[in-house]
């Protein structure tokens, strides 16, 4: 158990639909990842927040956004979903102190767009 | 920007042999991460072993070891001893030295890697 959450662990949706994939970062990790692990695109990076703050910005669709709030916990937010949308969603979190700051990765959300 | 090579989609090993996975990667910064990590069957991603490009000594952890070749812009694992629960998706990761606060991975397409027995 790396000690970060993600929510649901299963999503299971219709085309052009709306939805919002949670993740709870390890205790202290102020630094929160999204990655997209699908099939034709392997495993991409999607978006950083650090602090509640953006800081780095991957292959994200304008359709998709992020946010990180106050308690450091942060949301992925889904829009106008397609077919090709349909992947496993990864939240990591890491301390960002020292040089390694090892992101942890959670269990991840699947999504399946019908 | 940096790109990670495995060109091994699929491997298969022994129980108790010894197997080597391949990684090559492609920038042109000097200092950087470089990672493997394991995703078994559950989907959860496992970080095995991490080498820092500044160390030339190879990291070693238990029967994981890697081979790090900076001049050839290589970094392989070996995984001695194969156990049936080895058996996963073996990822390749690069990660540059953090600008500031951000820090992402860029990860190879994955090795699987089956063990028999």
């Known amino acids: 158990d790396s000690g970060v959450t993600q929510t649901p662990k299963h999503l299971i949706t219709a085309t052009g639909q709306r939805v919002t994939l949670r993740c709870s970062p390890r205790?202290?990790?102020?630094?929160v990842y999204w990655y997209q692990q699908s099939l034709d695109q392997g495993l991409q990076f999607l978006i950083q927040y650090y602090n509640g703050e953006e800081r780095a910005k991957g292959n994200i669709l304008e359709r998709f956004s992020a946010q990180q709030f106050p308690d450091l916990h942060s949301e992925l937010n889904l829009s106008s979903l397609e077919l090709g949308d349909s992947a496993l969603y990864f939240c990591?979190?890491?301390?960002?102190?020292?040089?390694?700051?090892?992101?942890?990765f959670g269990p991840g959300t699947r999504l399946t767009v019908t | 920007a940096q790109t990670v090579t495995q060109s091994q989609p699929e491997m298969s090993v022994q129980e108790a042999e010894t197997v080597t996975l391949s990684c090559t990667y492609d920038t042109s910064e000097s200092d950087y991460y470089l990672f493997w990590y394991k995703q078994p069957p559950s989907r959860q991603m496992i970080l095995v072993i991490r080498?820092?490009?500044?160390?030339?000594q190879n990291a070693t952890e238990n029967r994981f070891s890697v081979n790090f070749q900076k001049a050839a812009k290589s970094f392989s694992l070996k995984i001695s001893d194969s156990q049936l629960g080895d058996a996963a998706m073996y990822f390749c990761a690069y990660r540059s030295v953090p600008t500031g606060t951000a820090s992402k991975l860029t990860f190879g397409t994955g090795t699987r890697l089956q063990v028999t027995l």
């Open positions: 990591a979190s890491s301390p960002m102190t020292g040089s390694w700051s090892e992101q942890y």
């Open positions: 205790s202290g990790d102020l630094s």
């Open positions: 080498q820092e490009a500044y160390k030339q």
